[in-house]
């Protein structure tokens, strides 16, 4: 097995530092060119920073960065792939869900949800590749397992089909078919004025599949180590 060594501890540091910055940048900005606080329950990633904000550059950077780290934390897998060959395979397939999975996160923060159908598309495959990524740590870890008898390989294989498990009811969601519906509400004067519900579907499944993906991210990096 490969040894915990500095390169793990700074990936883990880096995924936890530019997740932070990515957010909190982002709200303390959405809060100055709003007036209002920002939720992750009704609002999108890619709100956290508009064409015109001057956070707009500065968001799509830390975006870039972590969508990065996916890639970089592939390649510190090549020693593992060395030592364990039969499990090339699985982490290849591993390495394209992660594909999918930073390149349509970065798709979500650069197509607006005014886009209906676009960003539906790029949401549905962000979801996808983050479910497969998952699963794939759980199929990998507990194969692992058979192999070393390790604990740890046993419980990161456990968590992450819970992951998985948590991404299908996302998914699955049958409030996402109409995700785009409005509220309305009728004035004494008969104007009708729209907004959003405080539970707006596709904004919090998007935050949902960030959490998972980030936190299956980190399994992986677990299970290799």
């Known amino acids: 097995m490969i040894d915990v060594n500095l390169v793990w501890i700074i990936s883990l540091v880096l995924i936890a530092a530019i997740t932070a910055i990515l957010i909190v940048t982002g709200i303390i900005s959405y809060k100055m060119n709003n007036n209002e606080k920002y939720s992750f329950l009704r609002h999108f990633p890619h709100e956290l920073s508009y064409k015109d904000s001057p956070n707009r550059r500065r968001h799509l950077v830390f975006v870039f960065i972590y969508v990065f780290m996916f890639y970089s934390i592939l390649w510190n897998t090549l020693p593992f792939i060395t030592e364990f060959k039969s499990f090339a395979g699985l982490v290849v397939v591993e390495a394209l869900f992660a594909v999918v999975t930073s390149l349509s996160f970065l798709a979500i923060n650069i197509v607006e949800a005014k886009y209906v159908r676009q960003h539906t598309l790029v949401a549905t495959l962000y979801m996808a590749g983050s479910f497969g990524m998952v699963m794939m740590t759980g ?39 109409d995700w785009a519906k409005l509220d309305s509400k009728r004035s004494d004067s008969g104007e009708i004025t729209y907004s959003r519900p405080k539970l707006f579907p596709l904004a919090y499944s998007e935050w949902l599949t960030f959490v998972i993906s980030t936190l299956g991210l980190i399994l992986f990096l677990f299970a290799i180590i």
């Open 139 to 177: 199929v990998f870890s507990v194969l692992l397992f058979t192999i070393n008898r390790s604990s740890s390989s046993l419980t990161v294989g456990v968590f992450s089909f819970l992951l998985a498990i948590l991404q299908i009811l996302v998914i699955l969601n049958p409030r996402l078919k």
